[in-house]
């Protein structure tokens, strides 16, 4: 009978093992990143346009020039954020413990919402109805930084539960891909041509 239950035992260990490295495993996926990303850099072509046609109203082509500096300004914080997140939330898996892990992705995670609220708020304020300086309508934007934030705060307590269930290697790879290029925001410079 002990027999029994040790194959039980050891079959559904390698059973976990085996799900937690899958990349595409619901405990392991990341997507919400490039999500994420892509979600930051749609903003800055409707910020502009918005701007535009302002600028076209006034006949005033200063509109637009000193609005991208400042959207540029405020794109570059939530740049260097982003990069600092990702970064911080793979050392928190890979250097603590599961109690400190959390902790530490709790803290880090609520920096990260709070540079996409200010965004968020500068970008809304900037972009709202004005009529007289002929903009008949919000922009609509599809960022939403308490969702983005939840999300992803979900996502990386995913991860480093099934980071525990990796080798130490394994575990460097899977958490080493929230770092790549595809994960990176584009340049401000590139997305305001």
Not at 73 to 98: A, Q, T
Not at 142 to 155: G, M, V
Request: hydrophobic share 35%; glycine share 6%.
């Amino acid at each position: 009978m002990k027999r029994y239950n040790l194959l039980i035992v050891l079959l559904l260990l390698i059973f976990n093992v085996t799900t937690a490295q899958k990349k595409g495993s619901p405990a392991a996926d990341l997507s919400i990143l490039k999500d994420t990303k892509s979600k930051i850099e749609a903003t800055v072509p409707l910020v502009i346009q918005h701007l535009q046609t302002i600028a076209t109203k006034e006949g005033d082509n200063n509109i637009v020039n000193n609005g991208k500096i400042a959207l540029g300004r405020e794109y570059g914080i939530v740049e260097s954020e982003w990069f600092l997140y990702r970064n911080n939330m793979k050392n928190c898996i890979l250097n603590n413990s599961s109690k400190k892990a959390k902790k530490c992705m709790e803290y880090h995670n609520n920096m990260m919402r709070g540079t996409m609220i200010n965004y968020n708020n500068y970008i809304t304020n900037l972009t709202r109805k004005n009529g007289y300086l002929g903009v008949e309508g919000d922009t609509k934007f599809e960022f939403k930084p308490s969702d983005i934030a939840t999300k992803l705060s979900e996502a990386y307590f995913n991860a480093s539960a099934a980071a525990g269930r990796m080798k130490a290697d394994q575990k460097r790879d899977f958490l080493g891909q929230t770092m790549s290029d595809d994960n990176k925001l584009t340049p401000y410079a590139q997305l305001a041509q």
